[in-house]
């Protein structure tokens, strides 16, 4: 049994198409159909910031309401974020 990277398929076919080939043609796919460009060069940017999808996924899994509140908490302070002093307690309060 022949060990294949990440860039290779396990099948021995010639013709089988590679997982890194396959991940080309969706961004492809994406960066041609997409009407705003520019916001996928964002999101990618962001991809890169620590533990943002870790913050993201605790996000969405707040109730609607919470998520509401934080929400509109976020856009009251965005012009002003010096304001915000949050200490966190050891029992995460």
Request: net charge negative; hydrophobic share 40%.
């Amino acid at each position: 049994m022949k060990t294949a990277r990440a860039t290779e398929s396990i099948d021995d076919t010639e013709n089988a198409p590679r997982p890194a080939g396959k991940m080309r043609n969706v961004l492809r796919e994406l960066a041609e159909t997409c009407p705003d460009p520019g916001k996928l060069v964002e999101l990618y940017y962001w991809s890169a910031e620590p533990d943002l999808l870790k913050a993201l996924h605790h996000f969405l899994g707040l109730p609607e309401e919470a998520r509401e509140v934080l929400r509109a908490f976020l856009v009251m302070v965005a012009d002003c974020p010096d304001t915000v002093n949050v200490t966190v307690t050891s029992a995460a309060r």
